[in-house]
């Protein structure tokens, strides 16, 4: 925590974006810092942004490290896992290759460098799109099923054209990571009372 100017507690935390290109992470992000996105599709190699959401009455400034899909970007993504206080593995609901990567490359990615020391949220992007003409969509609850199976602290849906899911999704990344460093500090706690 930081002191802000005026004398009120500012909490802040970080996060990772991680999740195959063109799954609309960066359109969500650029949203939630309230920045102008653009419809042409520039590869993200890396990127920071800032917002901030209320919970509780308490304002929390939320850093978010939007990273690149690519493969060849690995050593840039493994820097932010450590500096993250939860990550946001995001897959699109109308791309099922996006979808069977969270399991098969994002997810085991992050637990070899990090192994389960930082929550995950499991972020389905695009929403917006579900039930399409000439898609086949990702449910709901093979969502819920995925996050299930990864460990995840929670599965969300969100769309670059909902703000208030934009905000959701933050919001509950910040809850994650706050209660994972309670967890941690009880633990902690304990074992100096030994």
């Known amino acids: 925590m930081k002191m ?20 609309g992470k960066t359109s969500i992000v650029r949203k939630f810092a309230r920045q102008s996105s653009t419809e042409q599709y520039v590869a993200t190699v890396f990127d920071n942004f ?17 990273t690149a899909g690519q493969q060849e970007y690995e050593g840039l993504r493994v820097f932010t896992y450590s500096q993250s206080d939860v990550i946001l593995v995001c897959f699109s609901v109308v791309d099922r290759e996006s979808f069977l990567n969270v399991s098969d490359f994002w997810v085991p990615e992050i637990r070899l460098h990090v192994g389960k020391s930082k929550p995950i949220v499991l972020v389905a992007t695009q ?68």
Do not use: W
């Not at 802000?4 to 799954?23: F, H, I, N, Q």
């Not at 819920?144 to 933050?170: H, M, P, Q, W």
């Open 4 to 23: 802000v100017a005026s004398g009120e507690v500012s909490r802040v935390v970080s996060c990772t974006m991680v999740g195959d290109g063109l799954v």
């Open 50 to 66: 800032a917002g901030s959401v209320t919970i509780n009455g308490s304002k929390t400034t939320v850093s978010v490290f939007d």
């Open 127 to 194: 929403a917006d799109l579900r039930g399409s003409p000439k898609t086949v969509s990702i449910s709901k609850q093979e969502g819920r099923n995925l996050a299930c199976k990864i460990g995840a602290k929670l599965y969300l849906e969100t769309s670059s054209k909902d703000s208030e899911s934009i905000n959701t999704v933050f919001e509950h990344a910040v809850i994650s990571a706050v209660k994972q460093k309670k967890c941690k500090l009880s633990l902690f706690d304990k074992l100096l009372r030994r």
